[in-house]
């Protein structure tokens, strides 16, 4: 016979032997809740955390669909990336764009110039209080 006890672990403070400690609201309100590497060229997910899709929403401009969404719009994000290797137009930086919902974020990724641009390596984080 076989008993399994399901349980919890509670605490409220995490301590280092040698650093210290620090409160677990600090862990849980403080880390990436979503994070995402993805070919934008071809619209495609190499590997991420909490994005379900990414869709197209024209030229430099991605939809971000979270699999579990935040508790509001009101969470943070940004994102990085860059082209092909060696490519004149690599630098890229990003910015918000348009509405947000709980379930979804719009990045515009630019060119250093400004210019929008589908890069080739894209990175995104989120954070925020997931639902």
Known sequence: L???????IKADT?????AGSIAT????EGTIKA???ADHSGNTITDSF???TITDDGTGLKDYNFTTSFGSANFIGNGAGGGN??????SRGSSTNGAWTSGQAIIRFNQGAG???DDVNAYS???GDLA
């Open 50 to 52: 909490n994005i379900s």
């Open 25 to 28: 609201n600090y862990v849980v």
């Open 14 to 18: 995490l301590e280092h032997s040698t």
């Open 125 to 127: 984080m989120f954070m």
């Open 115 to 117: 210019t929008a641009a």
């Open 35 to 37: 994070w995402g590497d």
């Open 85 to 90: 290797e060696g490519a004149t137009t690599n």
């Open 2 to 8: 076989s008993i399994m006890a399901l349980g919890k």
